[in-house]
Each structure stands twice: as structure tokens, then as C-alpha cells.
């Protein structure tokens, strides 16, 4: 159920895709371009792990402080159920205990408008299927992050989530930056920190912070040798 990431890190989603939200409203994937955007699939007739991803993201970017949504980001849950409708999203919303008023332009609960499910959770490398035993669908649990130019930038498993790993995928997912006061805390935050795949977390760049440790320890000795050169040369000159 893992995605092939390698294929789809950097892959371009159609921004004309049509969707409907629970609110009946229709909208163009293209219209939440332009600031970083966490797309969560799910059906909503899961009453399993697709809630707990939906209510575990909303308590997870309550603690995200840095960045506020709907302003610096955006949320969109799509299902890949072609028998859910606008209706059910509306009802999954309420299920999961709805998400707060100042959350309602950021966040959206949608249906895909056209037919080929397919071919848009494809586009991602999310793939699902049907299980007549556990009559439910199988499929991962995973967000992703898309740049504001609609790219795919970064994924990240699983119901347990961490607010700053959200802060450091959003970051990874916007260089032009999310909020230009913290441009330089975002950069070094980008540089410091690198995703291990293998454990699907975000960790400190140690090769990277030996390197700048090293660096910085060369140019303080250079400086000193520099200072103590010229100290000693005036001291000639007196």
C-alpha cells in the first residue's frame, strides 16, 4: 500500500479537476493553488481509520502555531468512493466532529464531480482496493503535500501525526515561503531537518550540521590567526 514516491515526488496535479463540497458548492483543484495544500483521500463511509486520519489532522493543526490555515495553507479531503456525494461528505464532517468556523475557507470536504476517481488518485500514486472480507477499502493512510504550484512535494503516513512535522512538510512544500517574517527560521529549518523514508519522520541533518560546525570552527580559527597576525604586527610597528 506504500507509494512508489521516487515515481511521484515533483508530479504536476491537473488543476482542472472539478470537485463538490459538503456544501454543494463547486470548485476547480486550480482555485486552492497558490499556498501549500494537504490533501487527504479518504471515503466516507469508512468507520475506521479514514475518521481518526481526518480527526487527528484537525487536533494536530490546532498545535501548528507557525502557520494558520486557510491563510499560509490549505486542507482538502477528497473521497475516492464514486458512491459518495456531497450529502455523505456532509455527514462524514459532522461525524467527525466538524472543524471550527475560522477553518471553513481552508478546509474543504469534497467529491470528485467527474467520474474517473482513478485517474486523479492515480495522479498522486495512491492506489486502493475493494476487500469482500473486511468490507471496507484498503488503501494507505498518508497525507499529502502539494506545492502552491500544484506539485506533489512530500508524504507522510500514518494516523499518528506530529505538529512539527506538519510545520517542516508545509515549509518543505513552499520555498518562496509560507510567511515572509519567518523566511529565515524557515530556511534553516528546511536545511537542519531531512525526511527519512524509511521511517516516514523528519530528523536533523547530522552530516549537514558536521559540515556547518566545521565550517564555522575554520573560519573562527582563520579570524583568530587573522587578529593575532595583526596584533602582532602593530606591536612591531610601536
Known sequence: MRIDEPQF????????????????????????????????LSYYGCDGTCPTMNMELAKVLAKVDRFRLGT???VLTVSFDKRDSSGTAADFLRKTGGIPEAWHAGWRHAVLAGDDVA????SVGFRFFWSDAAKAF????????????GRVARYIYGTRMDA??????LTEA????????????????????SYNYEEGTYQL??????GMGSLILGLSLMGLGAWGYRRRMGRLHE
Open 72 to 74: 499560509d495553507y490549505r
Open 138 to 149: 484498503l488503501h494507505p493512510n498518508v497525507l499529502v503535500f502539494v506545492t502552491p504550484e
Open 174 to 193: 513552499d520555498w518562496e515561503r509560507i510567511a515572509n517574517s519567518t523566511a529565515v527560521f524557515d530556511i534553516v529549518s528546511g536545511a537542519c531537518f
Open 9 to 40: 515526488l515533483g508530479a504536476r496535479l491537473d488543476g482542472a479537476v472539478a470537485f463538490t463540497d459538503s456544501d454543494g458548492q463547486s470548485f476547480r483543484l486550480e482555485q486552492l493553488f497558490g499556498k501549500p495544500l494537504i490533501l487527504l
Open 119 to 122: 485517474a486523479f488518485v492515480g
Open 164 to 169: 512539527r512535522a506538519i510545520e517542516l512538510a
Open 205 to 210: 541533518n547530522y552530516s549537514l550540521l558536521a
